[in-house]
């Protein structure tokens, strides 16, 4: 049986606790599709093609993760891989009651459909892209919790905004 999973997301940006659970997800499935949600809803900072890009340089050397975009809803583009499962992370106690509400509303659009919790590794469970964003908008080392290309990015978008 092919096991294929899809862990969807905005990743704006990408941090280490999301690439804790891409290389956990990976060890678990044959294949991991890491969507990329295309939402204005969200008012992203980087572009679809910079947040890829971000992706597929964290994920290289996990030969079993494809990184995509896609619009619409996750339910959706996890059939169009042929998957039956959503792989999410759970931080802190706070980000439960969202996760518990999109879980429930895709299984009542795609009831074949199963979410999977993962929690990233306890160093990883305070982050959040926002987060991140606010400490290097103030000048802070984001060294610990984003790899060194997303950090580099961060600051010259930033920049440009102050």
Avoid: C, W
């Avoid at 583009?77 to 429930?104: C, H, N, P, T």
């Avoid at 000048?139 to 440009?160: H, Q, T, W």
């Amino acid at each position: 049986m092919n096991k294929t999973a899809v862990y969807p997301g905005t990743f704006d940006p990408i941090t280490n606790g999301h690439i804790d659970i891409i290389k956990r997800a990976a060890r678990l499935y044959d294949t991991l599709y890491v969507g990329l949600a295309v939402s204005q809803e969200k008012k992203p900072l980087f572009t679809v093609k910079e947040r890829l890009g971000f992706i597929k340089q964290a994920a290289e050397g996990m030969p079993n993760v494809r990184v995509e975009f896609f619009k619409g809803l996750a339910v959706d583009y996890v059939r169009s891989k042929k998957s039956m499962v959503v792989v999410r992370g759970l931080r802190m106690i706070s980000d439960f009651e969202y996760e518990f509400q999109m879980a429930l509303t895709n299984r009542k659009l795609a009831d074949d459909i199963e979410t999977i919790f993962m929690m990233p590794h306890e160093k990883y469970a305070y982050l959040s892209s926002k987060l991140i964003k606010e400490i290097v908008y103030l000048g802070a080392d984001a060294s610990s919790f984003v790899p060194d290309f997303v950090e580099a990015a961060l600051r010259r978008k930033l920049k440009k905004h102050d």
